[in-house]
């Protein structure tokens, strides 16, 4: 009788010393460490440059402010486009452009949106070097239009910044800007 009642306070004494995993609170979700390939991005860019002619408006010289910071709580970088207004650029862009690394995909996703009302996702598959490209499809003159960002590290605190639309096939730049912090 002892020796029952032993292992019977023995096997409560172990449940309550042994929480089940069902029991335990999750772990928080963490960031993928990839994300900090993106540091380099974090601050504020002055970029000068061109832009080529388009559907909108011939080419014309761009000033853009790019501002980076990592955001909620380090899942996304977060990145603001600013174009300054001038005569030759009426219509200045202003722009928003999250980035997050996709686990499942081995990617990185970027969702881009504007003041052109327009928005598309795009992804890379990282840097090559001191160079990382995304690329997407958004609606240009309600035609499908592959459009591909190409960032390059050309020094500690500079980049160079191209867009290419792709036409007939082929990719043609749409944008050139070097930025320095």
Known sequence: MLAKRYRAWLAVLSACLCVPAWAQAPKAPRPAPEMAQLAFFVGTFACDGESRATPLMGPHPI???????????????????????TVENPTPIRGNWQLIHDRKAANFVA?????????????????AGDTIAFTGEFLLNDRKAAVRDIFTRTGENEMKMTVQLETDGHWAPLLDLMCRK
């Open 111 to 127: 969702i881009w949106t504007d003041n052109l009302g327009r928005w598309f996702p795009q992804t890379s598959p990282g840097w």
């Open 63 to 85: 000033k853009r402010t790019i501002t980076g910071r990592m955001d909620l709580d380090g899942f996304w970088l977060f990145m603001r486009f600013d174009d300054d207004a």
